[in-house]
T-cell receptor
Framework: DAKTTQPNSMESNEEEPVHLPCNHS???????IHWYRQLPSQGPEYVIH???SNVNNRMASLAIAEDRKSSTLILHRATLRDAAVYYC????????????FGKGITLSVRP | DAGITQSPRHKVTETGTPVTLRCHQT?????MYWYRQDPGHGLRLIHY???????DKGEVSDGYSVSRSKTEDFLLTLESATSSQTSVYFC???????????????FGNGTRLTVT
């Protein structure tokens, strides 16, 4: 399975944009890039996913490099509630495809 | 929020006893997963199911078995619990779109299991 690499942690100030990077140099052409986050004492929560084009939803934006070897999750205005562990994951093709989570990046938000 | 219920939410059991965790969904999703989460390891896949009576192993399946007799229920059984199975267990579901890998996972709130 293709792997992802993320920094262990990042800090941000409240109400400022946050860019969370993810490297996936061994991504295959059919792998989707998924992002999840996990708040303390909760289950992971889906954030966004994409294949090639940049994606936007109410929670965040996903910017995917042209060669697809890296991506960036963008939180446009960080809030204290965004403090969480963010996971970047690749999901391959096939009916039995599954998601393998790494250790993620811990985002801290300063008031 | 996706209709996923995990039960029990908390359980303390003794080494050597059998334990069954239940995941119930009301979304009629095809795929169901069991993960465990431990400090320093992140989320690790135990078993998953891609349909009724269709299951497969994940990366940490030793000591665990699963069953899925109905679309809505996915059971995780520890035949003889050990202290190393103390963990938080999460169930997840995903839909079956035309391209299955395009569908996100939705997670339950977890079961905290302590084996003494």
């Amino acid at each position: 399975d293709a792997k992802t690499t993320q920094p262990n942690s990042m800090e941000s100030n409240e109400e400022e944009p946050v860019h969370l990077p993810c490297n996936h140099s061994t991504i295959s052409g059919t792998d989707y890039i998924h992002w999840y986050r996990q708040l303390p004492s909760q289950g992971p929560e889906y954030v966004i996913h994409g294949l090639t084009s940049n994606v936007n939803n109410r929670m965040a934006s996903l910017a995917i490099a042209e060669d697809r070897k890296s991506s960036t999750l963008i939180l446009h205005r960080a809030t204290l509630r965004d403090a969480a562990v963010y996971y970047c994951i690749l999901r391959g093709p096939g009916a039995n495809s599954k998601l393998t989570f790494g250790k993620g990046i811990t985002l801290s938000v300063r008031p | 929020d996706a209709g996923i219920t995990q039960s029990p939410r908390h359980k303390v059991t003794e080494t050597g006893t059998p334990v069954t965790l239940r995941c119930h969904q009301t979304e009629n999703h095809r795929y169901m997963y069991w993960y465990r989460q431990d400090p320093g390891h992140g989320l690790r896949l135990i078993h998953y199911s891609y349909g009724v009576k269709d299951t497969d192993k994940g990366e940490v399946s030793d000591g665990y078995s699963v069953s899925r007799s109905k679309t809505e229920d996915f059971l995780l059984t520890l035949e003889s619990a050990t202290s190393s199975q103390t963990s938080v267990y999460f169930c997840a579901i995903s839909e079956s779109y035309r391209s299955s890998y395009n569908s996100p996972l939705h997670f339950g709130n977890g079961t905290r299991l302590t084996v003494t």
